[in-house]
């Protein structure tokens, strides 16, 4: 498996996170971001951890591995960032409409 497959499948995780938090809610979507990786986990063991331990290249002279849960904290830190800015940013105009009235 190289590293195209790796980015296919978080790229297709994060679109799915992404959809529905804009067409649902933000709750659904950190829900489905935290629960669909452990339950890949749970019911496939040896199959998650192959892939998420799957090397695709070293940094710092060869010290620093990246694996592909690098990939997955990179896209679980980027999604749940968009998700808190949404929430503060929806907290933020509620607020300001309460007080304007």
Known sequence: ?????????????????????VNY????AAIV???VPLVVI????ETANTFL???????AGGLVPINNYHLLLF??????????YTEFLTWYLSKNKRSVK
């Open 1 to 21: 498996m190289g590293i195209g497959t790796a980015v296919l499948i978080f790229a297709l995780f994060a679109v799915i996170v992404l959809y529905l938090l």
């Open 25 to 28: 809610s933000s709750l659904l």
């Open 33 to 35: 971001l935290l629960v």
């Open 42 to 45: 749970v019911a496939i063991p």
């Open 53 to 59: 331990a799957h090397e695709h290249a070293r940094l």
């Open 75 to 84: 896209v679980w830190s980027t999604i749940i960032g968009i998700i808190l």
